[in-house]
């Protein structure tokens, strides 16, 4: 089920609400469970079983972890040690089992015959369930922190469940520590304040997805269904922004609407975004775009191997493995290996040269990141590599053929999404969100936002262009 869906707006939002502001507040967590159930259940009727079961094992686990037999006290500690161990290692088996069968058995088979040359490996060809990425790092998450004794005060099996399975975060992110949702996990008030700043959030985060994200994305299939090495590089590089538009503010968006949702049932959500596109170096980028994948991968995978803490050559091997498995976790596509490398090439460049330059300079590292971007982006998208290859060519005037989508098409483009690329542009920047947090409780942001949340409506029943990018991922 979809945000923004009339079937999420009109019939599950309000019904579930309605349940949950009248429910006692004890039974609220049971309530949020449930009905997280139904709305994965709507779009992935059979996956519902597997996000149970995956829910079923991680607690089980969990508790084996936090069991303490009758022992002698000197024998105690080194038994509690070998179990966490032991039940670490095997949350990580499993759910990272379930994601790899699931996610990437396909590629992984693929590959292994395509080397070959032989079918030695079978293609099982599984549906890929909605959020199974997001979901399994969260399990996993807390898994490691019961391990390491962040989490000492073990919930019972409804609170779990509901902090995983969490339908405004649950298909799409952020990322959730159990630690930063535990106290409202056990206690929670709903208040009139945050019933209110939550739904202008979510209209907010609607209004970026459904009225740009939607909107500049048909400029980006438009350019593609001409043909990749076809394109002027003006057109190429104009198609690469609005991907990179579109693929913000259907993120962003997204994220809005969960935080939104967060506040309404009395939770907080962590950001996920600070205006990414203002950066002035790759590296600040990263810290700005999807926060909570970039923090789960520091604290989870590139600190326990090391960080930056044993030497130079250890640092790029650790930055290497960081940055392949976030390409792959995006996607079982080389594609998505190789988005992942450029990134690292990029990174270790401006930590070893010119990145705090960058950083200092007030109009050269907009530039740079503002080019360097869209490129990296243009790779993210295009999964054939003949048409990727043709693309990035385009990008730089390169054509096998003629070009066939040239100046007079750029200016045909430009004149109709011209408004558009230019509220685009503005969004990217900070000022309308400052604009917003300082007259967020006046009359005519109300009014703004209620205008916004009806054409939104609109274009989502008329429009045909309502995807969400991260939904594959």
């Not at 869906?5 to 469970?33: D, G, H, Q, T």
């Not at 991680?58 to 038994?79: A, C, L, V």
């Not at 490398?341 to 590292?365: H, R």
């Amino acid at each position: 089920m979809l945000f923004s869906s009339v079937e999420f707006l009109f019939r599950f939002l309000p019904v579930f609400m309605l349940c949950y502001l009248m429910i006692p507040a004890k039974y609220r967590n049971l309530v949020l469970l449930a009905g997280s159930l139904v709305f994965y259940g709507v779009g992935e009727p059979y996956f519902v079983l597997l996000l149970i079961f995956s829910v079923a094992v991680n607690y089980g686990i969990s508790k084996y972890m936090f069991w303490e037999p009758s022992t002698p006290q000197q024998n105690r500690r080194q038994k509690r040690k070998r179990r966490r161990r032991v039940a670490l290692v095997s949350a990580l088996f499993f759910d990272l089992g379930i994601l790899f069968l699931f996610k990437y058995w396909d590629f992984a088979a693929g590959t292994v015959n395509q080397l070959t040359g032989q079918h030695l490996v079978p293609v099982l060809e599984l549906v890929l369930p909605l959020g199974i990425s997001f979901y399994t790092f969260q399990m996993i998450s807390y898994q490691v922190d019961c391990y390491r004794g962040t989490i000492q005060d073990l919930p019972g099996f409804v609170p779990f469940a509901a902090y995983v399975s969490m339908f405004p975060q649950l298909i799409a992110g952020p990322i959730v520590r159990y630690d930063e949702v535990a106290d409202r996990m056990r206690n929670r008030r709903i208040r009139l304040r945050y019933l209110e700043n939550g739904l202008k959030l979510f209209t907010l985060g609607l209004g970026l997805k459904v009225l740009l994200a939607n909107q500049i994305g048909t400029l980006w299939n438009t350019i593609m269904s001409a043909g990749a090495g076809n394109l002027h590089a003006a057109v190429a590089w104009l198609g690469a922004c609005a991907y990179s538009f579109q693929i913000y503010f259907d993120f962003w968006g997204y994220s809005l609407m969960a935080m939104g949702l967060g506040r309404m049932l009395g939770f907080r959500i962590p950001e996920n975004f600070d205006h990414p596109y203002i950066s002035r170096s790759v590296s600040e980028f990263w810290r700005r775009w999807h926060i909570t994948l970039g923090r789960w991968f520091r604290e989870y995978v590139y600190i326990p191997m090391g960080g930056s803490h044993k030497g130079k050559r250890r640092t790029m091997c650790n930055l290497f493995v960081v940055w392949a498995l976030t390409g792959l976790w995006h996607g079982a596509d080389w594609n998505f290996v190789l988005w992942g490398l450029c990134f690292f090439v990029l990174l270790t460049i401006e930590k070893n040269t010119y990145g705090k330059k960058l950083e200092k300079s007030k109009v050269l590292g907009h530039l740079y990141t503002l080019i360097i971007i869209p490129i990296t982006w243009v790779i993210f998208a295009i999964t054939d590599w003949q048409q990727l290859t043709a693309y990035l060519a385009n990008l730089f005037g390169i054509h096998e053929n003629s070009v066939l989508v040239g100046i007079p098409q750029f200016l045909r483009y430009l004149e109709q999404y011209g408004i558009l690329l230019a509220a685009c542009v503005l969004f990217i920047t900070p000022f309308p969100i400052r604009w917003y947090n300082k007259w967020k409780d006046r009359w005519f942001v109300v009014l703004l936002l209620g205008v916004v949340f009806w054409f939104s409506v609109y274009e989502i029943m008329v429009g045909n262009n309502n995807p969400f990018l991260y939904f594959r991922f």
